[in-house]
């Protein structure tokens, strides 16, 4: 517990950081566009339950949905790829020739196809997610050592058995990883693809915020977008402590 | 029973590039119960015998047996323990003893039961909610044992069980294998780098040839199986003589910064 204690200190400092570090660059550069962190969290404070709240909420469904279902599509397929080298022969070719392409470059193609409310959205991030947990989670369980594998086998295990107790544990906390990680590319393109099309969400509520020349309740929209990237991080974080209990003993 | 028979057996991995004979006519035989100590130069097939006896590995030509039959798969009660104990660190001490027993379906309440036993017999019961990453190399080692013990195993394959450890660690478990081969009479084949410790555990101590591995000698040592041992002049009499025939295979003569190959 004081651990959790620790870490709300922690955060509460960063936080006391950057709020006097926004207020002298608001100072400094003097701009309408960049108002100080006192009328933001104003706006903050006033407009959360009547449209924060609803449009952040958009917005978290969307990105969680993503990630969980890019995630549980690509560990599978990741680590399968990863452990056949026979499988591997067909699929590496394919991933290392599409996984470099930014897949933001298909949303016009998904709201073409899939309309502008929720699920051109969904389809995007998942895209964007289900690469990166795919090669994490092949390269993972291509590292894993071959005494683990063969102590397992030796005991009588199936191959399903060897993957439900070697491969799956062992690729586990490099998924964590990626997904942490992607969270931050998770939240840009969410971003991105509310202010295109849509009007629902955390980025539609900046753009419109923008457009009304309404800085300061942009800003507050934009403290909403930040408080949903730290909430997601370190929801994963907490998960992983959860389900990755060993990585965190002798530490 | 778990005698074994090995009979010209030969396995070739198919490497990059090109295939690599590990074993060549290699015959061996164990009776049911004896302790057999391995020997031999670096990379002459060692671990790849084992492996095959445990049905991990194909052979290509010949014939292995354990206890009459066949090996094709993994058998039930052979256990197999790799230099690094082939532990999994996501499982706690416990679930890594029941595995076997897991794997094999054995009810929940009959593994706790079996594990808590071999744990206390290993002296480990403490450390059952630890994970392998808490435990010292020495108790990581009789981890690996107690999952041997829980699932009554009655064929110990074990490659270079103890060379991780160090020097007091080592003895301390040269004696515990020594004392639980008196006490449940398994069949041992314990593949070793240590002379001292194949004359220790080994009532014969098979020395293996230059890769392709065959039993170049084996060494007869009837004086084993008492933990004096290791103070009386027959053992370190054994011990020269080992050396002479290792020096004869060859088994110091490889160039000297040459890469191990496990
Ligand atoms: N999976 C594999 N694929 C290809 N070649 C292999 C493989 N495993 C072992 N070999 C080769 O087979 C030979 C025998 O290997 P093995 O591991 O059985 O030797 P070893 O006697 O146990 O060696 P060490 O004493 O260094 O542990 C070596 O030349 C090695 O390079
Ligand atoms: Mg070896």
């Given amino acids: 517990m ?10 509460a400092a960063a936080t006391l950081i950057l709020l006097v570090g926004w207020e002298l660059l608001s100072l400094a550069v003097g701009s309408q566009a960049l108002p100080g962190p006192v009328p933001a969290l104003t706006d903050f404070a006033r407009l959360f339950f009547s449209d924060l709240l609803p449009h952040t909420g958009i917005s978290a469904w969307r990105v969680v949905a993503s990630m969980v279902i890019g995630a549980a599509l690509a560990t599978p397929l990741g680590l399968v790829v990863g452990r056949s080298p026979r499988i591997d022969a067909v699929f590496a070719p394919l991933i290392f020739l599409t996984y470099p392409v930014p897949k933001v470059v298909f949303l016009p ?28 989670a092949r390269d993972a369980s291509r590292g894993i050592p071959t005494s683990a594998v063969l102590s397992v086998r030796s005991l009588g295990a199936t191959r399903w058995q060897v993957f439900r107790h070697v491969v799956v544990p062992a690729a586990l ?49 934009i403290i909403a977008m930040a408080l949903l990237g730290v909430v997601l991080y370190e929801l994963l974080e907490v998960a992983e402590g959860r389900v990755c209990r060993w990585t965190r003993v002798g530490r | 029973m778990s005698s074994v028979e090995v009979r010209d057996l030969a396995v070739t991995y198919a490497g990059v590039g090109r295939d690599v004979r590990a074993l ?20 002459c097939g060692k671990s790849t015998l084992l492996l095959a006896l445990a049905g991990l590995v194909r052979a290509d030509e010949g014939e292995l047996l354990v206890g009459g039959e066949p090996v094709r798969a993994p058998r039930r009660r052979t256990a197999l323990i790799l230099q690094d104990f082939g532990l999994l660190p996501w499982k706690t001490v416990a679930h890594n003893a029941a595995l076997g027993l897991e794997v094999r379906g054995v009810a929940v309440g009959e593994r706790r039961r079996v594990v808590a036993e071999a744990l206390e017999r290993l002296g480990i019961a403490e450390f059952a909610d630890s994970y392998p990453g808490e435990l010292s190399g020495g108790m990581r080692q009789r981890l690996a044992l107690a999952r041997a013990l829980a699932l009554d195993a009655d064929l110990l394959l074990m490659d270079e069980p103890l060379s991780a450890l160090d020097a007091l660690t080592r003895e301390d478990l040269q004696n515990l294998l020594l004392q639980m081969w008196r006490q449940r009479g398994h069949t041992v084949l314990l593949v070793t780098h240590s002379i001292e410790e194949a004359v220790f555990l080994g009532r014969r101590v098979v020395v293996l040839s230059p890769r392709p591995g065959r039993v170049a000698a084996i060494v007869d040592n009837p004086g084993m199986g008492d933990e004096s041992f290791r103070n009386t002049p027959a053992f370190l009499e054994r011990c020269v003589k080992l050396r002479r025939l290792l020096a004869a295979e060859g088994a110091f003569a490889g160039p000297a910064l040459a890469g191990r190959v496990s």
């Avoid at chain 1, 004081?2 to 955060?11: E, I």
């Avoid at chain 1, 590319?185 to 969400?201: K, Y």
């Fill in chain 1, 2 to 11: 004081n651990a959790w204690l620790r870490r709300l200190g922690g955060y």
């Fill in chain 1, 109 to 136: 193609v998904l709201l073409v196809l899939l309309g502008i409310g929720n699920l051109p959205k969904i389809a995007l991030i998942t895209l964007i997610v289900f690469f990166q947990i795919l090669v994490t």
């Fill in chain 1, 173 to 221: 906390p490099d998924i964590f990883t990626a997904l942490r990680i992607s969270t931050g590319t998770a939240i840009a393109v969410l971003f991105f693809s509310e202010t295109v099309a849509g009007s629902e969400g955390l980025g539609y509520y900046i753009i419109d915020a923008w457009s009304r020349i309404a800085y300061s309740e942009m800003f507050a929209g």
């Fill in chain 2, 24 to 43: 060549s006519a290699l015959t061996l035989e164990v009776a049911d119960g004896e302790p057999v100590a391995i020997i031999g130069p670096s990379g």
